[in-house]
C-alpha cells in the first residue's frame, strides 16, 4: 500500500496487485535492494487469501478455520497473520518492521524499530498462549522466513526460541 491524493484527499492505493505502470514501479527495488518509494507499507493481518485463478479458496478456508478454532471452538487462544513486504531480503524482514496503526514499514525512513514486528507478534502470542508455546505455519516464501527466524534465534541464543513449539511448512496442492 501506499498514500497518494485524488482530489486533494489522502487516499490508499494497494499495490498489489498493481493496477497500472506506476504502481508496478513504484515497487521497484534500487541495487542495494531497497524500495524506491519510502512510503509503502503492509497492513496487519493482510495477506493473499485467494488466488483469482484458482478453482479453490485454501488460503481463505484456513484462515476461516483459525478464526473459527479460536472463537467459536477454543482450540486455540489466538492467532496472527505476520504480514511482510515480500519484495524485500529475509533479513530486510526480520531485522525491520515497524507497526504505525494497522501500517507496517520494512522499508523507508520509517522501518526502523527497537523490536522487528514479527519478533514482536511471536512474543506476544507466547505471552498470551495456554502453554507459552506457539505453533508457525508457513507458506511459500513465508517458510523461508520461518527457517530463517529460528535459525537466527538459535545462533543469537534468544530465549523466544524456546517458545516456538512447532514449525509447519504447507503448500498449495
Keep these: 500500500y501506499k498514500q497518494k491524493n485524488v482530489l486533494g484527499i489522502s487516499v490508499e492505493d494497494q499495490l498489489w496487485e498493481?493496477?497500472?505502470?506506476?504502481?508496478?514501479?513504484?515497487?521497484?527495488?534500487n541495487d542495494q535492494g531497497e524500495s524506491v518509494r519510502n512510503d509503502i507499507y503492509?497492513?496487519?493481518?493482510?495477506?493473499?487469501?485467494a488466488i483469482p485463478v484458482s478453482t479453490s479458496n485454501i488460503y481463505k478456508s484456513?484462515?476461516?478455520?483459525?478464526?473459527?478454532?479460536?472463537?467459536?471452538d477454543n482450540l486455540i487462544q489466538?492467532?496472527?497473520?505476520?504480514?511482510y513486504d515480500w519484495r524485500l531480503s529475509?533479513?530486510?524482514i526480520?531485522?525491520?518492521?515497524?507497526?504505525?496503526?494497522?501500517?507496517?514499514?520494512?522499508s523507508g525512513t520509517q522501518r526502523g524499530t527497537s523490536t522487528p514486528y514479527i519478533l514482536q507478534e511471536l512474543r506476544r502470542?507466547?505471552?498470551?498462549?495456554?502453554?507459552?508455546?506457539?505453533?508457525?505455519?508457513?507458506?511459500?516464501?513465508?517458510?523461508?522466513?520461518?527457517?530463517?527466524?529460528?535459525?537466527?534465534l538459535e545462533e543469537t541464543n534468544d530465549p523466544l526460541l524456546a517458545s516456538i513449539d512447532k514449525?509447519?511448512?504447507?503448500?498449495r496442492p
Excluded at 489466538?78 to 504480514?83: K, L, N, P, V
Design 18 to 29: 498493481p493496477g497500472n505502470q506506476g504502481d508496478v514501479e513504484g515497487l521497484f527495488l
Design 42 to 49: 503492509v497492513k496487519e493481518g493482510d495477506v493473499i487469501d
Design 62 to 72: 484456513f484462515l476461516n478455520d483459525l478464526e473459527q478454532w479460536k472463537s467459536a
Design 78 to 83: 489466538d492467532y496472527s497473520i505476520a504480514a
Design 90 to 92: 529475509i533479513d530486510d
Design 94 to 106: 526480520l531485522e525491520y518492521g515497524n507497526q504505525d496503526g494497522e501500517k507496517i514499514y520494512y
Design 125 to 152: 502470542l507466547a505471552s498470551d498462549s495456554r502453554n507459552g508455546k506457539v505453533t508457525i505455519v508457513a507458506h511459500s516464501n513465508g517458510g523461508l522466513v520461518a527457517k530463517t527466524l529460528l535459525k537466527t
Design 167 to 171: 514449525l509447519v511448512l504447507i503448500r
